[in-house]
């Protein structure tokens, strides 16, 4: 398992979100010695090409890429960091998907939301959709949030994809000696509080046994975290839990207990990567149909 990064996608649109991305990713590589591609995708021409004329069809394609990679050498260059840059045409996520595969990148990085109209929800529709279809670990970063290793955030619910989390998580804490939080939240609201107390018990006793597996593995790995249980809406205690250790990174997987479809990531991972101030990093299981 990486424990860092050799090649980082950066996935580039012009928006403030994608901007600090990339900053980030500069700062990043230049600590990892990675390298970077930065990729800028056009939507397909569908105009009428003899109105246009094809002389000009090259530059009404190209053109707003070309801009667009433009800014993204000169980000590149203000953080002394070199960069390859590659402009793609079609559907934004699956070229995302496409190059990062092509290429062996070992990560991708996105800013949380985009330019286009789409891009409404808690997080951007392409960033959304290239984190429910690609097999890569994707680090989502908000319009003004950094990059810091230095408290990772871990929460749990004991599926399989989740696994595949706490392994990456204890692995970056191991490489970049990090300091780690683990948390399993006992989904429960006011009702079932109240209706049936014993019930919550149980949950509670469930979370609390997923920690101490979580604290086995890091103690393979000569490890030791801190870890907490708490209870209420799963998306809401993280978000809670998060501001309160004052974290740096989230680490979660693509698909938790309460999933959805692979269109969107599941409804807990995306609303922490939607609503979080810190960055977050989704690590895959390899499930993907």
């Not at 090409?49 to 801009?67: A, K």
């Not at 998907?97 to 286009?116: F, Q």
């Amino acid at each position: 398992m990486a424990e860092t990064y050799r090649k980082i996608l950066v996935a580039y649109d012009g928006s403030p979100s994608a901007r600090n991305a990339l900053t980030e990713a500069c700062r990043l590589a230049r600590t990892d010695k990675s390298w970077i591609k930065v990729l800028a995708v056009l939507p397909s021409y569908e105009g009428d090409l003899e109105l246009i004329g094809v002389s000009r069809i090259g530059e009404t394609i190209s053109g707003p890429g070309q801009t667009l990679l433009s800014e993204a050498r000169a980000i590149a260059d203000a953080a002394e960091v070199q960069v390859l840059t590659n402009m793609a045409q079609g559907e934004p996520y699956d070229r995302i998907v496409h190059v990062a595969e092509d290429e062996n990148c070992d990560l991708i990085v996105m800013g949380r939301r985009g330019l286009t109209h789409l891009d409404r929800g808690l997080i951007g529709s392409v960033t959304a959709r290239v984190i429910g279809y690609t097999k890569k670990d994707v680090l989502v970063v908000p319009a003004t949030a950094t990059i810091d290793w230095g408290h990772l955030l871990l929460p749990t619910d004991g599926s399989a994809c989740s696994d595949a989390a706490v392994a990456k998580a204890i692995a970056i804490a191991k490489a970049r000696k990090s300091k780690l939080t683990a948390v399993s939240v006992a989904y429960t609201n006011d009702e079932i509080s109240a209706l049936a107390p014993e019930a919550v018990n149980i949950l509670i006793r469930h979370a609390q046994k997923l920690l101490h597996d979580v604290t086995n593995q890091a103690a393979q790995e000569g490890l030791s975290l801190t870890t907490v249980v708490r209870e209420g809406e799963p998306e809401d205690a993280i978000l809670a839990l998060a501001a309160d250790i004052k974290a740096s990174l989230i680490v979660m997987s693509s698909h938790g207990r309460k999933g959805l479809s692979r269109l969107l990531m599941g409804s807990v991972t995306e609303h922490v990567i939607g609503l979080g101030d810190c960055p977050v990093l989704v690590s895959h299981c390899g499930i993907i149909s």
